[in-house]
């Protein structure tokens, strides 16, 4: 079948490609770099056109408060009105595990409004909420960094690799939409705070992390389960130790 990545020359979006054209499905990367532009309109309706599956793994170019809420809602409500109009059967969307238990986080607040425009929508669907990628836990440290020091909350950490958030949403896609959300996360759960000092240390990084219930994440405070998922989750199958031996990313970079 016609299964449209939108996002798709991205970090989840290019895997998802890949896997659904080894799948035998036609599998179409939309983007801006296509002539796909969510924001606009510009190229929905010819890409949609026979698209039964429409998968959205795109991402806001800035993460300021309004410019990420303005594409979240905009972006989404364009998508699911054109994709009304073509008879899409299954809308997926990736958002983020814990997306209403943080507005304090603009990101956070954004995607909770694109959730709400899907779930208000005639299209069937499917949410896969995901943890944080290992590939972005450098950018956690640097967010989190004053001076010489990293300062994080000692809460739950249950990362993910975007492969298999890739794997989990593809086989989402191919399923029955449930009109409901899926939760998925890393197979080891860790200390935020000693998960980020224990690969600065491996990538011998001088930066030191100090354990602070209040410090913020992204400019919310956490409690113990923010970040991690409720019961029954799908959870990934690599560990964090295996992926970082073969990544070309650095866990401080």
């Known amino acids: 079948m016609k299964i449209v990545v939108i996002g798709g020359s991205g970090l989840i979006g290019s895997k998802l490609v890949r896997k659904f054209g080894e799948q035998g499905h036609e599998a179409v990367a939309a983007s801006p770099k296509s002539g796909v532009n969510t924001l606009t309109g510009e190229g ?11 998968v959205d793994v795109s991402n806001s170019p800035s993460f300021a408060d309004d410019a990420v809420m303005e594409f979240f809602k905009t972006s989404t409500g364009n998508l699911l ?17 814990g997306t209403d238990r943080l507005p304090e986080n603009g990101y956070f607040r954004a995607k909770g409004a694109q959730e709400k425009l899907i779930k208000e929508s005639s299209v069937p669907y499917t949410i896969v909420r995901a943890t944080q990628f290992f590939e972005f836990v450098g950018g956690i440290a640097d967010e989190a960094t004053k001076g010489k020091q990293v300062r994080l909350a000692p ?21 029955p939409p449930l009109n409901g959300t899926v939760e998925v996360a890393g197979p080891e759960v860790f200390r935020f705070d000693e998960f980020i000092r224990q690969n600065l240390r491996a990538s011998n990084d001088p930066r030191e992390v100090v354990t602070d219930p209040h410090a913020r994440y992204f400019g919310a405070e956490l409690s113990e389960r923010s970040l991690v998922p409720d019961e029954g989750a799908r959870l990934g199958e690599t560990r964090f130790a295996e992926w970082l031996k073969h990544s070309t990313f650095r866990a401080n970079a």
Do not use: C, M, W
């Not at 990362?159 to 989990?168: E, K, L, T």
């Open 81 to 97: 009105t054109y994709e009304a109009a073509a008879g899409a059967k299954h809308h997926v969307a990736v958002s983020i595990v």
């Open 155 to 175: 809460v739950l950490f249950q990362p993910i690799a975007a492969a298999d958030v890739a794997s989990a949403v593809n086989r989402v896609a191919l399923d």
């Open 44 to 54: 929905l309706a010819e890409v949609l056109k026979n698209a039964q599956v429409v």
